[in-house]
């Protein structure tokens, strides 16, 4: 048998890795624009004072929360085609996260806007603000801006869970590097430099969101 | 039917897996919570290494490499025990957290108490620091489960038998996709929604009872 080194092993599969790296960090980047606004209104109807709105919006967060977000990926990639619905694997992965992601993201700007000091309401009251521009201008920046540093390690997590995209054959990291491990039977090699990637963004990420979160502690 | 009963015959074994990498991950936890908090800045910078291996890499890399990657001569590990390890790893790292938390937030007087009445580190650790620990941390434990229940159906990826491998399977059997993925994601609902239950309970027990 012939021995490779692994450093040849990874410089020959470095360029195709990087391929599904890129397709890995759009589709986390495209769940993240999509998936936070969702999760700013759900947390919004959540607090509302319409019994039916805020039950819907309870039950959407715990279902999205409760399943795990593989089986929420299987759902819509071979479920809904049953219901006459075919979605392709990366607009799938897509809406999939976009579920879970909504559902996460909803706790923490919840949080956040729930740390929006009272009094900050009651002056907009005060000056006879209406309500949307209360919620629009006073409680939604601050209490976003609380909710930065959750939602940016949430960011991190999204990141790795795009590696379950790998089941429904999305061409990303994991996935190229399991078609990489097949094709030259060096998995060990492939797949510790996949996650050594993966690692390696996700350091440097939450190295950031540390830095940020000093900064924005020290502001106060 | 024909779609209830085989995907709930998954069930048994999603518990056991979670259950098993809960257990080993505990265990391997202990070392680290108490490396990171360690006054030997090499022991220090190794368990930052360790989280961060297991923590930057997903899971199911993790699992791929263990199951795929690993083998001592022609011995390879089956998938239940590259599962079981593979998510011990990675619970190692947020146990190891939540203990470490938990050790912190006894109040110093007591490290000094075990000190000032001669204990050796082993003793006061395990009589007088845990026992008051693990109440802490109950809750996290336990909402870390559930989350870990999650994680454990990555492992159908590597072929363990649980619940959504075997929806996967009627799937493919029945060319109907959407129920039996339906059913995995309520089971999982019902099995979580107990533990979160319980858990909020005793959280509310252990606030009067401060």
Redesign the interface.
């Known amino acids: 048998m012939k021995q490779t080194s692994w450093m040849q092993i990874w410089a020959q599969a470095l360029p195709d890795m990087i391929g599904g790296l890129r397709i890995s960090l759009t589709l986390t980047a495209v769940v993240l624009v999509i998936g936070i606004p969702c999760g700013l209104v759900l947390s919004l109807g959540s607090g509302s004072r319409a019994k039916a709105l805020r039950w819907l919006c309870y039950a959407i967060v715990?279902?999205g929360r409760?399943?795990?977000?593989?089986?929420?990926l299987?759902?819509i990639y071979?479920?809904?085609?049953?219901?006459g619905l075919k979605l392709s694997s990366f607009v799938s992965a897509v809406v999939g996260l976009v579920i879970t992601t909504a559902a996460y993201s909803c706790e923490y700007i919840r949080s956040g806007l729930r740390s929006v000091p009272h009094s900050q309401i009651e002056a907009g009251e005060a000056l006879a603000l209406p309500r949307t521009d209360i919620y629009r201008r006073i409680v939604i920046p601050q209490g976003m801006r609380i909710a930065v540093p959750a939602l940016m390690s949430y960011s991190i997590q999204l990141f790795?869970?795009t590696?379950?995209t790998?089941?429904i054959t999305l061409r990303e990291l994991?996935s190229v590097?399991?078609s990489l491990?097949m094709k030259t039977f060096q998995?060990?090699?492939v797949?510790?430099l996949?996650?050594?990637i993966?690692?390696?963004?996700?350091?440097v990420c939450s190295a950031l969101v540390k830095l940020l979160e000093q900064r924005l502690s020290l502001t106060k | 039917m024909n779609i209830v009963v085989p995907v709930l015959m998954g069930l048994p074994l999603t518990v056991l897996l979670t259950a098993a990498a809960f257990a080993v991950g505990f265990v391997l936890a202990v070392p680290l919570s108490l490396m990171s908090t360690s006054r030997n800045a090499l022991l220090r910078l190794l368990s930052q290494l360790i989280i961060?291996?297991e923590?930057?890499?997903?899971?199911?890399?993790?699992l791929?490499?263990l199951y795929?990657?690993?083998r001592v001569g022609a011995v390879r590990l089956s998938s239940m025990q590259a599962a079981i390890l593979g998510l011990s790893v990675v619970s190692m790292g947020y146990l190891s957290e939540i203990l470490r938390s938990g050790f912190m937030a006894i109040p110093a007087g007591q490290y000094e108490a075990t000190r000032a009445l001669g204990l050796g580190y082993w003793t006061s650790y395990s009589r007088v620091i845990f026992p008051q620990a693990i109440k802490l941390m109950v809750p996290s434990f336990t909402t870390y489960f559930i989350g870990l229940m999650?994680?454990s159906?990555?492992a159908?990826?590597i072929g363990v038998a649980e619940m959504?491998f075997q929806?996967?399977k009627v799937?493919r059997r029945s060319q109907?996709?959407?129920?039996p993925?339906?059913v995995?994601?309520v089971f999982?609902?019902a099995v979580?929604?107990p533990i979160a239950i319980v858990t909020r309970r005793m959280e509310g027990a252990m606030r009067e009872a401060k």
Do not use: H
């Not at chain 1, 409760?66 to 929420?72: C, H, I, K, Q, S």
């Not at chain 2, 923590?55 to 993790?62: D, K």
């Open positions: 715990e279902i409760g399943t795990p977000a593989l089986v929420t299987y759902i071979y479920g809904f085609p049953d219901i790795q869970m590696s379950l790998y089941n994991t590097s399991y491990g998995y060990l090699a797949f510790v996949a996650g050594l993966y690692a390696a963004i996700s350091g | 961060w291996l923590r930057g890499v997903p899971p199911l890399v993790w791929m490499i795929f990657g690993v999650k994680d159906s990555l159908s990826s959504v929806a996967s799937a109907v996709g959407i129920t993925f339906l995995a994601a999982y609902i979580s929604i």
